[in-house]
């Protein structure tokens, strides 16, 4: 059963859960409040979010092959260059070392840096320069259409209900790529 208010955090959760880390860990856009790894090194602009590091992550201040996993969970949407973030993240990854790097796709504007959504077609792009990529939907649409009933009032108390509800639809009348979907997981490789 989901138990979460946002079904999003339901992908997200399952997808740390199943993400397999070696060495140590760094997690993009997290803190003291959304650290997902014990141990791991946190980095966060805000510095209200209780990070180890504070500064952006198109320019971290790490050295070259430090870290053997990186977590970056919906941060790629609030920054201005993707390109170089995921530079950055692959300068910092060992060899061989693993990233999981979650995104929406159909979902509301949620901060003032809120610049872009990303296709499949584009992740792949973008990651191009990494090896065993594999992008899976975060839901199809009746996530989608349930995710948007639960911003009304009625969908505020529901949403137990609107999330099992969608989850299981799209299991039932599952796509192997929908063309429209909550976001994406991403795993990949340096």
């Keep these: 059963m989901i138990a979460t208010k946002y079904?999003?955090?339901h992908f997200i959760e399952r997808a740390v859960r199943d993400f397999?880390?070696?060495g140590r860990?760094?997690?993009i856009g997290s803190g003291r409040r959304w650290r997902y790894m014990d141990g791991s090194i946190t980095v966060n602009r805000d510095k209200s979010a209780g990070a180890d590091l504070i500064c952006d992550a198109e320019n971290l201040t790490l050295a070259n092959d430090c870290v053997g996993a990186v977590l970056c969970l919906e941060v790629m949407e609030h920054t201005t260059s993707p390109e170089a973030l995921l530079s950055e993240i692959r300068r910092?990854?060992?060899p061989g070392g693993r990233l999981l790097l979650t995104v929406p796709f159909v979902f509301e504007i949620h901060d003032t840096r809120d610049y872009y959504?990303?296709?499949h077609?584009?992740?792949?792009h973008l990651l191009r320069d990494f090896s065993e990529v594999t992008i899976r939907p975060n839901g199809g649409?009746?996530?989608v259409l349930f995710h948007f009933i639960?911003?009304?009032l009625p969908g505020r108390i529901l949403y137990p209900l609107l999330n099992n509800l969608g989850y299981a639809l799209d299991c039932l009348f599952r796509q192997e790529h929908p063309r429209i979907t909550l976001g994406y997981t991403v795993t990949a490789v340096k």
Excluded: H, K, P, Y
């Design 20 to 22: 397999r880390t070696t």
């Design 117 to 119: 959504r990303f296709t």
């Design 121 to 124: 077609m584009g992740l792949a």
């Design 7 to 9: 079904i999003r955090r």
């Design 141 to 143: 649409v009746f996530c």
């Design 92 to 94: 910092v990854l060992q």
């Design 150 to 152: 639960r911003l009304s």
């Design 25 to 27: 860990v760094l997690e």
